[in-house]
Structure formats: C-alpha cells, structure tokens
C-alpha cells in the first residue's frame, strides 16, 4: 500500500516562504515521477512543479518558475517543495503524487498515486 505524509503546508504573508515535504512509502523512488499539484476552490488541480527520480529531471509551471524549487531524496522515498515569494494566488490545497509508468510527467493524468494535501494559504 503506497502511503504519503505531506507536511509544510500553513498560513504565510505574501512575499514569504514555506517548505513542503512529501514522504513517500510503499514504493520506492526507482524511475518514477513524484509532482506537486494544487487546486484552488472552485478551479481544477493544476501541475505546480514534477522532478524524475531517476535523472532528476525537473519541471515547473510558469507560474512558478524562478519562485519554487523541487527536489528529491531518493532514499528517504522523500520530495521537497520550497516555495518562496509566495503570493495570494498560490492559495490552495497542494498534493504529492507519484506516477508510476509515466511518459509526460507534467500531466496529472500520468500519476497512479496521490496524498491527501496539505492547504497553503497566502494572505495579501
């Protein structure tokens, strides 16, 4: 059974940072894609930012390229989000996921496991 404990998330003024963490168990981090995604009230999840965890290879959104940075410790099954100069539209709910058999890791579709979320909020 594929677990995530997703933590970092919390309420931040515009202009400030937060970290967050996924831990992963159940599979272990081989040639997967683990991503973040968010979905804000009444919008669809949307890809923030994807990594490959076998070359380390890296996605972001333009919406948050430059601002968020991924990465991965593959032996600790564990992914990392910084998200600095955060802004009110990063509000939302972001969710870990990993994808197992993946082609274009930048499309939700693509992903076979997802966690619960963690809500990040930022106040103007």
């Known amino acids: 059974e594929v677990q995530f404990v997703e933590s970092g998330g919390g309420l931040v003024q515009a202009g400030g940072s937060l970290r967050l963490s996924c831990e992963v168990s159940?599979?272990?981090?081989?040639?997967?894609?683990i991503g973040w995604f968010r979905q804000a009230p009444g919008k669809e999840r949307e890809g923030v930012s994807c990594i490959s965890s076998s070359d380390g290879l890296t996605w972001y959104s333009d919406s948050v390229k430059g601002r968020f940075t991924i990465s991965s410790d593959n032996a600790k099954n564990t992914v990392s989000l910084q998200m600095n100069s955060l802004k009110p539209e990063d509000t939302a709910v972001y969710h870990c996921?990993?994808?197992?058999?993946?082609?274009?890791?930048?499309?939700?579709?693509?992903?076979?496991?997802w966690g619960q979320g963690t809500q990040v909020t930022v106040s103007s």
């Open positions: 996921a990993v994808g197992i058999n993946w082609i274009d890791f930048t499309n939700l579709y693509e992903y076979d496991y």
């Open positions: 159940g599979v272990t981090f081989d040639d997967y894609a």
